[in-house]
């Protein structure tokens, strides 16, 4: 009755209530939004794989020629298969990582693997829902890599000091590198698409009597925090082996 008669009280309980709904809502909002996190990440990482597969590293050019990239000539190379990491080590000598996607999914062993910051690995062992991945962080990993500034080939492996470390091998000392150089997928293996990130130079020094620098880098993909992964599918892979193989021959 107080309420009701007083319109400046009513007025302040009205605003009080709005203000104490406002909050319960935001409350509401903020709990649903967290259980909804797992359903909104799996769709972005379906969007993020769709999305390389319409970049432009995964196409080639069959016609120097033609340079629209909507043409036929344009054929796609690689395609990106989202799957979800549900085992994962860092902390071992020979580091390993299980997908939850294997052969129904188009999964073949020596896929390239990839996370939204860099290179993570490459399949090794595939079943029919699931798969082990090859980590980076494992000594018999290498990565054909090159400086991005400037072209420069080496090959990444791991020593097996840090989760976070990787090291830049066959880079000769001529080259002129410097501290936050990036280093990048070289595009040379039928594993990795061109230019995905690797890391960074974090420290180098050149050995005695050694004509190629010893290269510390920073690895780019955090290891300990990966949950989605991109398995790539290199769709001209058997073509250009058995190319190589033909070769060989000779």
């Not at 000091?161 to 090291?167: A, D, E, H, R, V």
Request: a neutral charge; aromatic letters at 10%; one cysteine or more.
């Amino acid at each position: 009755m107080f309420i009701n008669n007083s319109y400046y009280q009513k007025a302040v309980f009205v605003n009080a209530t709005n203000g104490l709904t406002g909050y319960l809502y935001e409350v509401r909002t903020s709990i649903t939004q967290y259980f909804s996190l797992k359903d909104i990440n799996e769709q972005l990482a379906i969007e993020n794989a769709q999305l390389r597969s319409q970049q432009e590293n995964s196409f080639i050019k069959t016609d120097n020629k033609i340079f629209i990239k909507g043409d036929t000539l344009y054929r796609q190379q690689y395609q990106y298969i989202i799957a979800k990491v549900i085992n994962n080590s860092t902390n071992h000598t020979s580091n390993y990582l299980t997908l939850n996607k294997g052969a129904k999914h188009g999964i073949k062993k020596d896929m390239a693997v990839i996370s939204p910051s860099g290179v993570v690995g490459v399949v090794n062992e595939v079943s029919d829902n699931f798969c082990s991945v090859i980590s980076l962080l494992h000594p018999k990993t290498r990565i054909s890599a090159k400086l991005k500034k400037n072209d420069y080939v080496g090959t990444v492996i791991w020593e097996g000091n840090s989760p976070t470390m990787g090291c830049l091998k066959d880079v000769p000392t001529h080259v002129k590198i410097a501290r936050g150089d990036t280093v990048i997928t070289s595009g040379y293996s039928l594993v990795f698409p061109e230019g995905m990130m690797i890391g960074t130079i974090d420290y180098y020094d050149i050995g005695h009597g050694n004509d190629f620098y010893h290269i510390n880098i920073k690895l780019s993909t955090d290891f300990n925090n990966i949950r989605y992964v991109y398995v790539v599918n290199n769709l001209m892979k058997d073509e250009l082996e058995n190319l190589e193989k033909s070769s060989q021959k000779e």
